[in-house]
Each structure stands twice: as structure tokens, then as C-alpha cells.
């Protein structure tokens, strides 16, 4: 069973810098693509990011020119360095993978973005 763990999330002031981590296991085969979704309060989850085996990245558009997704060198692991962050950043995020036609999840880690 796959399973994606996050870390890195946290308090920070607006203008302030993250880096959310996302290491998966449980399969010994390549996970694509892998990447970053979140969830505000009373809104849908939405894709941040993400980042295919071809090297092939997509981002929201409120993530270009801020956001970075980064592969690992270790196999199944994704970044996102989030630089001038601001509050309406402020969310839950999730790391999700695909294989093999399925949908994987992280449970989440709190992104709080204080004014």
C-alpha cells in the first residue's frame, strides 16, 4: 500500500518562505506524477503543483514565480519551496501521487500564513 508522508509545514509571516517535503513508500516502482494540492477553509482542494517523471511540471497560476517543485533524489520524493508567501496562502497541504491509475494522499500538514 502506498502511503505519502509530509512534513515542513507550519507558522510563518507573510513574505516568509516554506519548504514541504513528501516522501512516499510502500512501492518500489516510480510514482507520476507526484505533487501539491491544498484546501482553505469553505474552499474545493486545488492543485498547487506538480511534476510528472518526464520532468514535465505543471503550477496553479497562483504559484508561478513563488512556488518550486523539485523531485528528490531519492525515488517517490517531492518538494515545494514556497518563497513570498501570503495569507490567503494559508491552508492545508496535501501531497498526492498517481500509480497505476490510482489516486494517493497525504494527510496533510498546516500551512499558516499570519499579516
Known amino acids: 500500500q502506498v502511503q505519502l508522508v509530509e512534513s515542513g509545514g507550519g507558522l510563518v509571516q507573510a513574505g516568509g518562505s516554506l519548504r514541504l517535503s513528501c516522501a512516499a513508500s510502500?512501492?518500489?516502482?516510480?510514482?507520476?506524477?507526484m505533487g501539491w494540492y491544498r484546501q482553505a477553509p469553505g474552499n474545493q482542494r486545488e492543485l498547487v503543483a506538480r511534476?510528472?517523471?518526464?520532468?514535465?511540471?505543471e503550477y496553479a497560476d497562483f504559484a508561478k514565480g513563488r512556488f518550486t517543485i523539485s523531485r528528490g533524489n531519492a525515488k517517490n520524493t517531492v518538494f515545494l519551496q514556497m518563497n513570498s508567501l501570503k495569507p490567503e496562502d494559508t491552508a492545508v497541504y496535501y501531497c498526492?501521487?498517481?500509480?497505476?491509475?490510482?489516486?494517493?494522499w497525504g494527510e496533510g500538514t498546516l500551512v499558516t500564513v499570519s499579516s
Open positions: 498526492h501521487g498517481r500509480q497505476w491509475n490510482m489516486d494517493y
Open positions: 510502500g512501492t518500489a516502482f516510480s510514482i507520476t506524477p
Open positions: 511534476i510528472f517523471g518526464s520532468g514535465h511540471i
